[in-house]
T-cell receptor, first 112, second 114 residues
Framework: AQSVTQPDIHITVSEGASLELRCNYS??????LFWYVQSPGQGLQLLLK??????LVQGIKGFEAEFKRSQSSFNLRKPSVHWSDAAEYFC??????????FGTGTRLTIIP | GAVVSQHPSRVICKSGTSVKIECRSL??????MFWYRQFPKQSLMLMAT?????????EQGVEKDKFLINHASLTLSTLTVTSAHPEDSSFYIC??????????FGPGTRLTVT
């Protein structure tokens, strides 16, 4: 069965600074990978996804992620964060059991 | 495109009563719908998967008789929490997928059982 690890429970970043959120997955074959963002009391919004092809994927709101098979990672990056980026971020993998498995999430706090 | 709505967004009910949550795909046909539960500051846990016209498939540990799921049409799935108790209080999120694997999530329903 697939699994996802997000090692950082909480990250604090200054507004305008760069951001990297870590995600490691476990799955025997090539996974389908997703990053979602959740604001408090809201549902999930898809930021970006990787199915195949170019390992650097661009998403909405200026986010990008890079799939590294050798490291089983799919880290999310943004060159300059905005206060509105404060939220919970979830990495997810879709595997052969036709289910999405989510990581435990990383809460992002932005300080002025 | 690919909008999923949930109703209600918040509901408070008394212990022992039942409450129904609706999940609708507004602009696409959802062959599969998923129901998740999320506890405060935790991740989403899949409760069940439902395909239109079929019985839902529940995850291990999820009580089928307590969480009744109906997927009667390609745009509507409902989750009924029967005989609700305070421990059922949670944030319930549905998602829907069409022909592909991508899931589109609803805004969630906050259930509080008093």
């Amino acid at each position: 069965a697939q699994s996802v690890t997000q090692p950082d429970i909480h990250i604090t970043v200054s507004e305008g600074a760069s951001l990297e959120l870590r995600c490691n997955y476990s799955y025997g074959a090539t996974p389908y990978l997703f990053w979602y963002v959740q604001s408090p009391g809201q549902g999930l919004q898809l930021l970006l996804k990787y199915f195949s092809g170019d390992t650097l994927v661009q998403g909405i709101k200026g986010f990008e992620a890079e799939f590294k098979r050798s490291q089983s990672s799919f880290n999310l990056r943004k060159p300059s964060v905005h206060w509105s980026d404060a939220a919970e971020y979830f990495c997810a993998v879709w595997g052969g059991n036709e289910k999405l498995t989510f990581g435990t999430g990383t809460r992002l706090t932005i300080i002025p | 495109g690919a909008v999923v709505s949930q109703h209600p967004s918040r509901v408070i009910c008394k212990s022992g009563t039942s409450v129904k949550i609706e999940c609708r795909s507004l602009d696409f046909q959802a062959t599969t719908m998923f129901w998740y539960r999320q506890f405060p500051k935790q991740s989403l846990m899949l409760m069940a998967t439902s395909n239109e016209g079929s019985k839902a498939t529940y995850e291990q540990g999820v009580e089928k008789d307590k969480f009744l799921i109906n997927h009667a049409s390609l745009t509507l799935s409902t989750l009924t929490v029967t005989s609700a108790h305070p421990e059922d209080s949670s944030f319930y999120i549905c998602s829907a997928s069409g022909r592909g694997i991508e899931q589109y999530f609803g805004p969630g329903t906050r259930l509080t059982v008093t």
